[in-house]
């Protein structure tokens, strides 16, 4: 059974920076794509980006893009969220996501298989 454990939340001002990490464990990692997806209370949860297999290519939301970047470290099992630049309407939980395939095209949440709890952060004002 695949696992998704992420960490690094927490309180930063705005401007600043934060790496969030998902840790991936149950099955040969380099096997799926993964993905940040965001939510607030309230709304739907929103696609951050996304990261293939081989980690060749990437895909953002436009609301990140030029701030996030996604990463991942196959010998780690382990996927990054490097987020710049940061602003208050960043503030959600953030969740990874695991599916297998190739590519970095999958954008919707029912598109993805397993799920990470969530790590909060917030970016003061």
């Known amino acids: 059974q695949v696992q998704l454990v992420e960490s690094g939340g927490g309180l930063v001002q705005t401007g600043g920076s934060l790496r969030l990490s998902c840790v991936f464990s149950?099955?040969?990692?380099?096997?799926?794509?993964m993905g940040w997806f965001r939510q607030v209370p309230g709304k739907e949860r929103e696609f951050v980006g996304c990261?293939?297999?081989?980690?060749?290519?990437?895909n953002y939301a436009d609301s990140v893009k030029g701030r996030f970047t996604i990463s991942r470290d196959n010998a780690k099992n382990t996927v990054y969220l490097q987020m710049n630049s940061l602003k208050p309407e960043d503030t959600a939980v953030y969740y990874c996501?695991?599916?297998?395939?190739?590519?970095?095209?999958?954008?919707?949440?029912?598109?993805?298989?397993?799920w990470g709890q969530g790590t909060q952060f917030t970016v003061s004002s």
């Open positions: 990261i293939s297999n081989s980690a060749s290519s990437t």
């Open positions: 996501a695991a599916r297998g395939g190739y590519g970095s095209f999958y954008t919707e949440t029912d598109e993805y298989d397993y």
């Open positions: 149950g099955r040969t990692f380099t096997r799926d794509v």
